[in-house]
């Protein structure tokens, strides 16, 4: 049907290009010469063409250049009337609920088109509004020569002064042996594509980057700012790095953001050191069991992770923000959690499956801190600085208010995750993604436990004390925690995300990222996903040893980068790498060169020949879950 249909637009093109020229000319119509030209448009080939031509007028002029000029208009007009129908009927379909043979067709028509008519276009800013048309964001004053037809345009991002050469291929999705990918590609301002070089499904050319000829950009590759490329064999910086003197997060890093990342890093690990536990979240409870996706989710296109009817293992740990001996004290309350692949473990049975996802979530639906800058600025300075600071920004204040909790059960509580993710989906779209736990019963609100505000701010968290007529145990919500696991029903949370369309813009999209902000819910609801039912307690020595890591990513469910420190993704993108340093040093594991070196430079003295080096050859930690 779909070879039919692509055969009858250009046809009907071919036909209005005729009825066109008719009218025009004042011509009486043909039926033999409409069937002529109705033929030599579905096939389009050139000597039918040229028979079409010699149909439609009476006599063929005998000046080879007025029979030129008459072709090449005759050509031309067609060519925009197919143009124009393929752009219409591509918007139509993909304006409707998708499927796979409305992929499959848009995909064709867009290839059709570009093989009969728009690669004459090539290298003209015509050809950039054709692609604007289709659906691509295509820059000012670019040059974009004689490229490979792009099966999903609404997946290529072009910036200013972009140069695509002769013969170069942007793929934003191929078929192979498990099925169909896709992903965005984005070339950004001022960068150079050589000639017949490739740019495979999610790769990002920074700006002012050059692309030699003959070369490729692998899935899912970050050529970064003002780099030069050659050949397919030289190294692309790829996400998720082996190497032990290379992580991305801090090639990625301006000056600034580095010395940050380093001070916070390296101030942490000193009060990791001699503590030997962790700095936030100290003590906690833990608990295994299942997620299981809900067999229909509406709401949100399919995605591979959270396919409907998947069963994953999870893992979740509850705790204290900074009150780790006294759960009666007014704390941020925590939920870290572990979502495992459905696969099982390959080197042992008792071991367990690969990491999926480490989600770190909290009470109230915001963060104090916009950038990783502002994070620094909160920890230094004291409670009279702060709130001053949240004098002028009142959202502030409430995400601190909010945040804060009385707790009776840990399973009572609403959790956030505050930071945005990259989601991808199986058709190609990408959002923007937050997540939740909510507690199985509908009764119980979010503003459950919620603390009353006394002050422009609450003291230090850990300075509250208990009420002195509160004669719980200190870890009463631990205790209540394990004995509900314990009980026949265990506990049960339902998970949920929430999406977001990414802005076409750079300050909509800080905008989007900004997490002392919660999205309007009424705007972006949450959506149930599945429901999460854990039954077996892990020890408290197992529940110390969990470490979680959130910059665990994989091509569904991305990172999002930064950087400068005054950017919203910072917080998330930076947290990332002080959490891994800090675990690593708290643990006495080797360190990795890069993270060495970035300690080491920062302004606090940190003594860490307690970790040994990483060897050159080693890894870094593994990031890259399996799917």
Request: one cysteine or more; glycine letters at 6%; proline letters at 5%.
């Amino acid at each position: 049907m779909g070879i039919y249909l692509v055969g009858f637009l250009s046809s009907l093109a071919a036909a209005i290009t005729y009825f066109m020229y008719t009218w025009f000319f004042q011509k009486p119509a043909s039926i033999q010469t409409f069937s002529f030209v109705c033929i030599c448009g579905a096939f389009h080939w050139i000597p039918f063409t040229i028979i079409a031509y010699a149909a439609m007028f009476s006599e063929v002029p005998s000046n080879p250049f007025a029979f030129s000029i008459s072709f090449a208009c005759a050509y031309l007009l067609h060519g925009l009337i197919l143009t124009s129908l393929t752009c219409s009927l591509t918007y139509l379909l993909k304006s409707q609920k998708q499927t796979h043979f409305k992929t499959w067709l848009r995909n064709q028509l867009t290839l059709s088109c570009h093989l009969r008519f728009a690669k004459l276009l090539s290298g003209t800013e015509a050809f950039c509004v054709y692609l604007r048309l289709l659906g691509a964001q295509i820059g000012k004053h670019c040059s974009i020569r004689a490229i490979n037809p792009v099966s999903n345009p609404e997946l290529m991002s072009i910036g200013d002064g972009v140069h695509l050469g002769d013969f170069s291929r942007i793929i934003t999705g191929f078929n192979y042996s498990n099925g169909y990918t896709c992903g965005k590609i984005e070339v950004q301002d001022n960068s150079v594509v050589g000639s017949q070089s490739l740019i495979l499904p999610g790769s990002l050319v920074e700006k002012n980057v050059i692309l030699g000829a003959l070369s490729v950009a692998p899935m899912n590759s970050i050529l970064h700012e003002g780099s030069v490329y050659i050949g397919s064999q030289t190294r692309v910086t790829m996400r998720n790095s082996g190497s032990a003197s290379f992580d991305e997060r801090i090639e990625e890093m301006d000056m600034d953001y580095k010395k940050i990342v380093g001070n916070l890093a390296a101030n942490l690990a000193v009060t990791t050191m001699n503590a030997k536990a962790r700095y936030f979240h100290r003590i906690g409870v833990s608990g295994k069991g299942h997620l299981k996706i809900y067999n229909k989710l509406e709401g949100i296109p399919m995605h591979k992770i959270f396919h409907p009817g998947k069963s994953y293992p999870i893992i979740v740990r509850h705790s204290n923000s900074l009150s780790a001996d006294d759960d009666a004290r007014i704390d941020a309350r925590g939920a870290s959690l572990r979502i495992l692949s459905d696969e099982p473990a390959t080197d042992s049975s008792d071991s367990l499956p690969p990491t999926l996802i480490d989600l770190t979530l909290k009470t109230g639906n915001a963060f104090y801190a916009r950038t990783l800058a502002d994070f620094a600025s909160w920890l230094v300075c004291g409670l009279a600085a702060r709130e001053e600071l949240v004098k002028g920004a009142p959202h502030v204040r409430d995400a601190v208010w909010n945040s804060l909790k009385h707790a009776d059960s840990y399973a009572e509580l609403h959790y956030f995750s505050n930071y945005c993710r990259l989601m991808r989906f199986e058709d190609g779209q990408q959002m923007y993604v937050k997540f939740k736990l909510r507690p199985y019963d509908t009764n119980i609100h979010e503003d459950k436990g919620k603390v009353i505000p006394t002050g422009i701010l609450p003291p230090e968290t850990g300075a509250i004390p208990r009420d002195e007529n509160d004669s719980r145990p200190l870890l009463f919500l631990a205790n209540d925690f394990q004995n509900r696991v314990s009980s026949s029903n265990g506990v049960c949370y339902v998970f949920q995300i929430q999406v977001r369309p990414i802005p076409d813009n750079e300050q909509g999209r800080e905008i989007a990222l900004d997490c002392t902000k919660p999205w309007d819910e009424n705007q972006f609801p949450f959506i149930d996903v599945g429901e999460i039912n854990i039954n077996e307690n892990l020890s408290m020595e197992e529940s110390q040893k969990l470490e979680f890591n959130p910059y665990l990513k994989s091509n569904e469910l991305d990172t999002i980068s930064a950087t400068s420190s005054t950017q919203s993704a910072s917080i998330d993108h930076g947290r990332s790498l002080i959490y891994e340093i800090c675990q690593h040093v708290r643990n006495r594991q080797p360190i990795p060169e890069a993270w060495r070196n970035l300690v080491q430079q920062s302004n606090v003295k940190v003594d860490l020949s307690c970790c040994p080096m990483a060897s050159p050859s080693a890894p870094l930690p593994e990031k890259e879950p399996l799917l």
